[in-house]
């Protein structure tokens, strides 16, 4: 059985697109970007790229921290998310100093995970995953801050999607 690894990578050269490494028999799966550069998932690429993979295969994350700090809808998705379910700890969060240790952005790291698995883009996501069986069923995170140094706020995490066997997920046949 191959173990599949996800990294949702930023990287400064080369087109938006899903390529596969492998390495000691855990497929890598990176989605490489134009740094600053908006866009969506790929998902065709991602779709395709997943079809490619051996039936055996086991997924278990998606590395994700390159594409939440480097995607623009992504993070404007997440404050949509943030300001529509926690908007208290919200304000207090971003009225105080971002880093990681700071109490207010504590409370929000609690509930980050329940904003990005909210959000359009990782619901995209799962629904590649629920069409072979898989879901992405929670999110890992370290790190949790808030950068204020541009005139826009910006999440920053590191952060892992979790992908999960789905008893009640939609089978390609």
């Not at 700890?89 to 929000?108: Q, T, W, Y």
């Not at 959000?119 to 929670?138: C, E, H, M, N, W």
Request: overall charge neutral.
């Amino acid at each position: 059985m191959l173990l599949l690894t996800f990294l949702l990578c930023g990287a400064v050269l080369g087109e938006a697109r899903w390529s596969a490494k492998t390495h000691e028999e855990e497929v890598i799966l990176l989605f490489n970007i134009k740094k600053k550069e908006a866009f969506s998932p790929d998902l065709k690429g991602l779709d395709t790229l997943l079809s490619s993979q051996d039936k055996d295969a086991s997924f278990r994350h998606v590395c994700f921290w390159n594409y939440l700090e480097s995607d623009t809808i992504i993070q404007s998705e997440l404050m949509e998310s943030f300001k529509a379910n926690y908007p208290l700890e919200l304000k207090a969060a971003l009225d105080s100093a971002g880093n990681m240790h700071n109490p207010k952005v504590i409370s929000l790291r609690k509930v980050f995970s329940e904003c990005l698995l909210k959000t359009p883009s990782v619901q995209k996501i799962d629904a590649l995953f629920r069409k072979r069986g898989y879901t992405v069923s929670s999110v890992s995170c370290e790190k949790f801050r808030i950068d204020k140094t541009t005139d826009q706020f910006r999440f920053k995490a590191i952060t892992w999607l979790i992908i999960t066997k789905a008893e009640d997920a939609a089978h390609d046949s």
